[in-house]
């Protein structure tokens, strides 16, 4: 039985407060939705790719066990942070086979009508979403949090609204309005053909 977005809370006030055991007892409740976020990640890779879905969890597990005291809020807020860390490991990954190839091949990004990644695309894609994502990080914080959360972090529109404390009906404007912004942006400034 999976444990209940209470007693993940729990946990990770235990853990907060310096039970490190809690933090063994949390990783084996929130696997399968680290999991299944990181497969979302993977799909949108080439296939071939270095990093398996296993290793992307893994590899976010040793980033927590290294990382300082956190205020844990809740579930939605755990599942934030570790969308954070999987959107760094896949930029830095990518930064680095691009820098293995000098970064050659940088190109238009496609898109498909959702204004998010096909599968199968180069690391310069993932680069470029990184950088647009940073851009409007710039302009409007909360919309590159929304995409972050919503797109890198596999969380729905009431987890997305949980962990940034705003209404549902806010982050679903915030997802459409940012997702336009990312496709003109990626696009090169090309308006979106219907």
Known sequence: MEPTADEITQMLKAWNSGDDAALQSLIPAVYKQLHQSARSHMAR?????????????????????????????????????????MRQILVDLARERCAQKRGGDARHVPLNEDGLFRSGYPNTQLLALDDALKALADADRRKSRVVELRFFGGLDVAETAEVLGVSPVTVQRDWKLAKAWLFRELSGGKPHAK
């Open 45 to 85: 890779e080439r296939p071939g790719h270095v990093l398996q879905t296993s290793a992307l969890v893994n590899e976010v597990y040793v980033r927590l066990v290294g990382v300082e005291r956190i205020n844990w809020k809740n579930r939605a807020h755990f599942l934030a942070v570790c969308a954070q860390m």
